[in-house]
């Protein structure tokens, strides 16, 4: 069986290559909220680490007390990682905890040099302290994380380690070894030996979480338009056909207002593209004032939008048009140069039971559009088929 020292000096190697991947992803363009605390906690344990397998041949102060600080801050950073990467305030009773556990670990640390007796408590504090980010990581990977099974599996493992720090410390003052740290046991080769595995987990759950941010943030700008914050046309093929299936299932019929902008060109030759782009987005939010929750409001490219209304009727679809484009024509966009007058044409469209996909009633729709701006613009044309 190998000597303790060398089997921390194994679990200090462990944490230098999770330490250097964490600084790697810190600084490359895959870096995310959580990083850094998590770099930083790598960065604790490791300097824990090497500080305990020199135990003996540096000062008592640095192998005993700054030890156990350091890996008190490791687990206390990898928590406001947790909470940072979920978008959880550092609020002040989140630090005050985090002073209050550092604190007491330095003061009982400290105290046990001097006072033998004061090791007991040192234990029990160590114990608690460890074991309560442990929970509070699980507490956070657990409820903010439930949809992705990496933060599930890292919050079981937060669970355990805590567990497993507890027992530690019951091993210890069970077997009265307080000062016989180096002396290899069963009870000692199982805690490096569940550590060593809990930093490789954990350095590759977190490199997990991070990916799978990456891939959803991935997939929500690829169905997402980046100027207006709406879904895009690529989003509305991907949906198209659940809302044409359930129609037909319900006999309901879905409705479509096809929107553009009057006159958009002049407003982008007159004051330039970046106060076309305001105006842009000055109407979508303005649109979306009009809509119900059950509404959809996508940018089909330029200055064209489109609403699918589920469960419509002819004339509730008529009236929302007619709602949209006169809230439209009385909130014009305010500029510090001026104030920009906009209108809105509006093509309708109903889907028909003779239709194979909602691509048929999105094509009447557009058609439909072409006659509102063919007749005058700043006005709501429903397809003949519709009515």
Same mark, same amino acid.
Request: charged share 15%; with cysteine.
């Given at each position: 069986?190998?000597?303790?020292?060398?089997?921390?000096?194994?679990?200090?190697v462990t944490a230098a290559v999770s330490t250097a991947a964490l600084f790697w992803l810190q600084h490359s363009h895959f870096s995310t909220k959580g990083v850094r605390w998590w770099a930083t906690a790598m960065s604790s344990f490791l300097l824990s680490l090497v500080l305990i397998?020199?135990?003996?041949?540096?000062?008592?102060?640095?192998?005993?007390?700054?030890?156990?600080?350091?890996?008190?801050?490791?687990?206390?950073?990898?928590?406001?990682?947790?909470?940072?990467?979920?978008?959880?305030?550092?609020?002040?009773?989140?630090?005050?905890?985090?002073?209050?556990?550092?604190?007491?670990?330095?003061?009982?640390?400290?105290?046990?040099?001097?006072?033998?007796?004061?090791?007991?408590?040192?234990?029990?504090?160590?114990?608690?302290?460890?074991?309560?980010?442990?929970?509070?990581?699980?507490?956070?990977?657990?409820?903010?994380?439930?949809?992705?099974?990496?933060?599930?599996?890292?919050?079981?493992?937060?669970?355990?380690?805590?567990?497993?720090?507890?027992?530690?410390?019951?091993?210890?003052?069970?077997?009265?070894?307080?000062?016989?740290?180096?002396? /290899? +046991?069963?009870?000692? *080769?199982?805690?490096?030996?569940?550590?060593?595995?809990?930093? #490789?987990?954990? !350095?590759?759950? =977190?490199?997990?979480?991070?990916?799978?941010?990456?891939?959803?943030?991935?997939?929500?700008?690829?169905?997402?338009?980046?100027?207006?914050?709406?879904?895009?046309?690529?989003?509305?093929?991907?949906?198209?056909?659940?809302?044409?299936?359930?129609?037909?299932?319900?006999?309901?019929?879905?409705?479509?207002?096809?929107?553009?902008?009057?006159?958009?060109?002049?407003?982008?030759?007159?004051?330039?593209?970046? /106060? +076309?782009?305001?105006? *842009?987005?000055?109407?979508?939010?303005?649109?979306?004032?009009? #809509?119900?929750? !059950?509404?959809? =409001?996508?940018?089909?490219?330029?200055?064209?939008?489109?609403?699918?209304?589920?469960?419509?009727?002819?004339?509730?679809?008529?009236?929302?048009?007619?709602?949209?484009?006169?809230?439209?024509?009385?909130?014009?966009?305010?500029?510090?140069?001026?104030?920009?007058?906009?209108?809105?044409?509006?093509?309708?469209?109903?889907?028909?039971?003779?239709?194979?996909?909602?691509?048929?009633?999105?094509?009447?729709?557009?058609?439909?559009?072409? *006659?509102?701006?063919?007749?005058?613009?700043?006005?709501?044309?429903?397809h003949e088929v519709a009515v």
């Open positions: 069986m190998l000597p303790t020292r060398e089997l921390y000096a194994s679990l200090a397998a020199f135990r003996g041949f540096i000062p008592p102060f640095l192998s005993k007390v700054l030890v156990n600080i350091c890996a008190t801050v490791g687990y206390l950073c990898f928590w406001y990682g947790i909470r940072a990467f979920f978008n959880r305030p550092l609020n002040f009773y989140v630090i005050a905890c985090g002073v209050l556990l550092t604190s007491t670990t330095a003061i009982v640390s400290s105290l046990s040099l001097f006072l033998p007796q004061f090791i007991l408590y040192k234990i029990i504090t160590l114990s608690f302290n460890y074991s309560i980010p442990n929970v509070l990581s699980a507490y956070e990977l657990l409820r903010y994380g439930r949809h992705s099974k990496t933060a599930k599996y890292l919050g079981y493992m937060n669970i355990a380690s805590a567990f497993v720090n507890f027992m530690h410390g019951v091993l210890i003052l069970y077997t009265h070894s307080f000062n016989t740290f180096f002396s /290899t +046991g069963v009870g000692t *080769l199982v805690y490096i030996l569940w550590s060593n595995g809990t930093l #490789l987990f954990t !350095t590759f759950g =977190l490199i997990m979480l991070i990916v799978e941010e990456l891939n959803a943030k991935l997939a929500q700008q690829a169905v997402e338009d980046p100027l207006t914050g709406l879904f895009n046309r690529r989003a509305l093929n991907e949906v198209s056909s659940t809302y044409f299936t359930k129609s037909q299932q319900k006999e309901k019929r879905v409705g479509l207002l096809m929107l553009d902008i009057d006159h958009f060109k002049v407003v982008n030759d007159t004051y330039g593209h970046a /106060t +076309g782009d305001l105006l *842009l987005k000055h109407f979508a939010n303005e649109v979306s004032c009009c #809509l119900r929750a !059950t509404d959809s =409001l996508y940018r089909m490219g330029g200055e064209e939008f489109l609403v699918i209304i589920p469960d419509c009727s002819a004339a509730v679809l008529q009236g929302l048009g007619e709602r949209i484009r006169a809230h439209i024509e009385q909130t014009p966009l305010v500029m510090p140069h001026g104030t920009i007058h906009n209108t809105v044409s509006i093509g309708c469209s109903l889907s028909c039971a003779s239709d194979s996909c909602l691509d048929s009633a999105i094509e009447r729709a557009d058609t439909a559009l072409y *006659l509102a701006k063919e007749n005058g613009r700043n006005r709501v044309t429903m």
